[in-house]
């Protein structure tokens, strides 16, 4: 099953509500809707339990984004514990709305090695995921997103290593983000070969088109700011022509700056292929 949708409220809904964008996602006939939570959780659980109802009746999947302001990889006890709380109060959130995945960037190397990064987000992790199980919640997986930047831990490589050691975590490809890291450069095929031995049922993932500067070491780059699909940087035909051909079950959130818009150009990419939503 291949879902589409927008990263947030489309733009062109009436209402700014998440109930009203739902809606209108619907009316677009798209699939798919992640639920933004990146400038802080604001929502109730009372509210999140009514996105729930509305989006099991009108066959929408859902997904959450946590607040950006997050990093499991800090030595300040402080903003550690704010950062794992930032990301269970998304994952409550994301268990009252029937969402599978909550998707957060899991931090910054700053001083440490990357193994020692590595080490320091393991251990966040198995502590929230302990708490997740001592509060009840079931069926929220913690999504770690490959990141755009060389300060930041998330290759594809370290998320899937990762993903393989700590049950309950999968990765969310953000392609855009590996398009940047890699300096303009991306292979749809080895990144899926990669993914392969996580045997995943389903992939969470995001794609929009990226500019990128270029790092201090040379063959890497770093994200500067998303564009629309038009830019072809990544190009999507390729890959939605390697998910077609591998039959891959995916979810497709687009954080374009024209958000559904570009939902739409990858739902007639898919249908120019001769896939039937």
Same mark, same amino acid.
């Given at each position: 099953?291949?879902?589409? @949708?927008?990263?947030?409220?489309?733009?062109?809904?009436?209402? =700014?509500?998440?109930?009203?964008?739902? =809606?209108?996602?619907?009316?677009?006939?798209?699939?798919?809707?992640?639920?933004?939570?990146? =400038?802080?959780?604001?929502?109730?659980?009372?509210?999140?339990?009514?996105?729930?109802?509305?989006?099991?009746?009108?066959?929408?999947?859902?997904?959450?984004?946590?607040?950006?302001?997050?990093?499991?990889?800090?030595?300040?006890?402080?903003?550690?514990?704010?950062?794992?709380?930032?990301?269970?109060?998304?994952?409550?959130?994301?268990?009252?709305?029937?969402?599978?995945?909550?998707?957060?960037?899991? @931090?910054?190397?700053?001083?440490?090695?990357?193994?020692?990064?590595?080490?320091?987000?393991?251990?966040?992790?198995?502590?929230?995921?302990? =708490?997740?199980?001592?509060?009840?919640i079931k069926g929220v997986t913690l999504g770690h997103e490959t990141t755009g930047k060389i300060s930041a831990f998330g290759t594809l490589d370290e998320i899937v290593r990762f993903c393989k050691q700590v049950r309950g975590c999968e990765p969310v490809v953000d392609f855009a983000h590996l398009y940047g890291r890699t300096a303009g450069k991306i292979d749809y095929a080895e990144v899926f070969e990669k993914l392969k031995s996580l045997k995943l049922k389903h992939l969470h993932s995001h794609f929009t088109s990226m500019e990128w500067t270029p790092a201090k070491i040379p063959g890497y780059g770093n994200e500067r700011r998303h564009l629309p699909i038009k830019y072809d940087k990544p190009p999507f035909e390729p890959l939605a022509r390697e998910i077609l051909k591998r039959k891959l079950s995916i979810t497709l959130i687009s954080e374009s700056p024209v958000l559904e818009h570009d939902s739409l150009l990858m739902k007639q990419v898919f249908e120019k292929l001769g896939h039937k939503f």
């Open positions: 099953m291949i879902y589409l @949708g927008p990263a947030g409220v489309p733009i062109s809904s009436k209402g =700014r509500g998440t109930l009203d964008g739902l =809606r209108r996602v619907v009316e677009l006939g798209l699939n798919s809707m992640e639920v933004e939570f990146v =400038r802080g959780v604001y929502m109730k659980n009372e509210m999140a339990d009514e996105v729930d109802k509305l989006a099991k009746e009108l066959g929408i999947l859902l997904s959450v984004h946590c607040p950006y302001f997050i990093n499991l990889c800090s030595a300040d006890k402080q903003k550690l514990e704010a950062s794992k709380k930032r990301i269970l109060d998304s994952v409550e959130r994301a268990y009252h709305m029937g969402a599978r995945i909550a998707v957060f960037h899991p @931090g910054y190397y700053g001083s440490l090695a990357p193994d020692a990064a590595f080490e320091a987000v393991e251990e966040a992790c198995l502590d929230m995921l302990d =708490r997740m199980k001592s509060t009840g």
